[in-house]
């Protein structure tokens, strides 16, 4: 069966200091991976997708980035963090393809002070 | 562009009372419709889909029926349970490309014994 897991779970990081979260797929391959953050108050906005190696793309302008070094490794990161990176980020996968339902990760609780 | 719009919440309920919570969306053509739950600290889990109109998804006591006519899934349960408390979100996709998912806001249920 597939599995997704990401970390760290939960992390508490000061305004300027680097991130890095990292999201593996287990039991599948070549799949599409996505990055999602859930802002306090609001809903889920998609930041990253990737449909294979070294492939990504961004919804939405903003001090983050991803890469996808292996098939299904997924890393968000930063260089400089900001008090509006602050919130909930989901990794997610898919099996490639038409309707296939997406998973999601755990989550991992950011919070920048 | 696509858009999902939810009920606000939080929706508050006792114990064996009936749920309602409604979903309409914006988009041109037909996506696929799901509802996904979010228990407290948890990601989020795949609750219930339906891929085309007059489908219904069930899962767990939960049903929702895709209506095209009104652009609505609404989420419905006979008889909540305290377990149910959750953050739930309505969101489609397309069946093609990466299928990006687009959420709704959320909408948080309390239900007290």
């Known amino acids: 069966s597939q599995t997704i897991h990401q970390w760290p779970a939960t992390l508490v990081q000061p305004v300027g200091s680097p991130l890095s979260l990292e999201c593996t797929v287990e039991?599948?391959?070549?799949?599409?991976l996505y990055w999602y953050r859930q802002a306090a108050g609001r809903g889920l906005q998609l930041l990253f997708y990737s449909v294979g190696i070294g492939q990504i793309s961004s919804e939405v302008p903003q001090n983050l980035s991803a890469s996808r070094p292996q098939d299904r490794q997924f890393i968000l990161s930063s260089k400089k963090l900001l008090l509006s990176d602050s919130g909930f980020y989901l990794c997610?996968?898919?099996?490639?393809?038409?309707?296939?339902?997406?998973?999601f990760g755990e989550g991992s609780w950011l919070t920048v002070v | 562009g696509d858009s999902v719009t939810q009920m606000e919440g939080p929706v508050t309920l006792s114990e064996e009372a009936f749920l309602t919570i409604n979903c309409t969306y914006t988009?041109?053509?037909?996506?696929?419709l799901f509802w996904y739950v979010q228990y407290p600290g948890e990601g989020l889990q795949l609750l219930l889909k339906a891929t085309k109109a007059d489908d219904k998804g069930s899962n767990k006591g939960f049903e929702a029926t895709y209506r095209k006519e009104t652009t609505s899934f609404h989420l419905e349960k006979g008889s909540v349970q305290v377990s149910d408390s959750a953050v739930y979100f309505c969101?489609?996709?397309?069946?093609?490309?990466?299928?990006?998912?687009?959420f709704g806001t959320g909408t948080r249920l309390l239900v007290s014994p």
């Open positions: 997610a996968w898919k099996r490639a393809g038409d309707r296939n339902t997406i998973y």
């Open positions: 988009a041109t053509g037909y996506p696929s």
């Open positions: 039991g599948t391959s070549n799949p599409n």
């Open positions: 969101a489609l996709s397309w069946n093609t490309g990466f299928q990006k998912l687009v």
